[in-house]
């Protein structure tokens, strides 16, 4: 989409230099007239020429990654027109998102690049970009708005849970008593989302660095049924609360079933990001947590968090960052377990 074309104030400065040369030739005589009338039309003429052949460019996003407040990611926009031309870009960004997304560039050249800061849980649009594309002189403006939005997940905080809290997600996710693991087959290095259960100390202590031990066979793994509810306005705590709990345990190893007011979501200890992109989206409600190991509860008075029958309030400690965990989001999570909507 294009706006009609419009002179800059250089453009309005030159054409009053034209009408004051025009209106002096009247008073004092044409002697010198053409000098100053005629340079200044074809100036203003080629400009309206200039933009109003310039064909709508296009515009090509790649949108930054998922990541929790206060991640800085990069945004690129790819322009793609028949003729270069000099502009100035902005990007629409929504409240929840902080960057400085208006420059003058080439259009046409290299990518329109810059930074935002994550400020709000949430799904957020980018764009429209807005281009406001000048002749070389600079006299006339013709505005483009090209279509092509994108759009940004920023995660839930994400926190240690308090000692009460962290020892009774341990107890969900430990093995059932007499439950037989299969034959042990080899060691092999640790990686991020193994369970702290399977490390062989002995072996890591020699060393110096963490082995855990594999079995031939280790059965089906545990799944962790946890339930999201909040009253209206405390959505973010429900959030925060239960991305806590998810994550706390996926890093025991144990497979999560969280639902929320907006659905239900299955994810394997590899798959943090699954739930995290779904507690992005969700919002207030009762879900109900009758039969479910955890419940997580955010009302006026407080966050509580229920596990196994004892229930705690949310009190966490230090911050945890995606990084933390050594993970690498992807967009939306990934896309190997369904979403099943409620």
Known sequence: ??????????????????????????????????????????????????????????????????????????????????????????????????????????????????????????EHALGPATIDARDVLGLAERTFVPEGRASVLVYPRVFHPSPAVAERLRGLAAPDAGTERGAFDHLREYVNGDSLRDVHWKSSAKREDLVVQEFADDGDRRTVTVAASAAPGRADAMAEAAATVAVSLLDEGVSVSLATPDGRVRTAPDDADRVLAHLARAGAGDRGDADTDVAVRATDDGVTVRVDGASHPFDPGPRRRLGDRGDRPTEGGSPSTPEVRA
């Open 1 to 122: 989409m294009s706006r009609r074309l419009l002179p800059t104030r250089r453009g309005v400065a030159v054409a009053a230099v034209a009408v004051a040369a025009v209106a002096a030739g009247a008073t004092f005589g044409p002697r010198s007239l053409d000098a100053v009338v005629v340079p200044a039309g074809i100036a203003l003429l080629a400009a309206g020429v200039q933009l109003l052949r310039l064909d709508p460019p296009t515009v090509e996003r790649t949108p930054p990654l998922p990541g929790d407040p206060g991640t800085t990611a990069t945004v690129r926009l790819a322009f793609d027109t028949d003729t270069p031309v000099t502009a100035v870009v902005r990007d629409r960004l929504p409240p929840g998102v902080d960057g400085d997304a208006e420059a003058p560039t080439l259009v046409g050249g290299d990518p329109f690049v810059y930074e935002v800061t994550y400020r709000e849980r949430g």
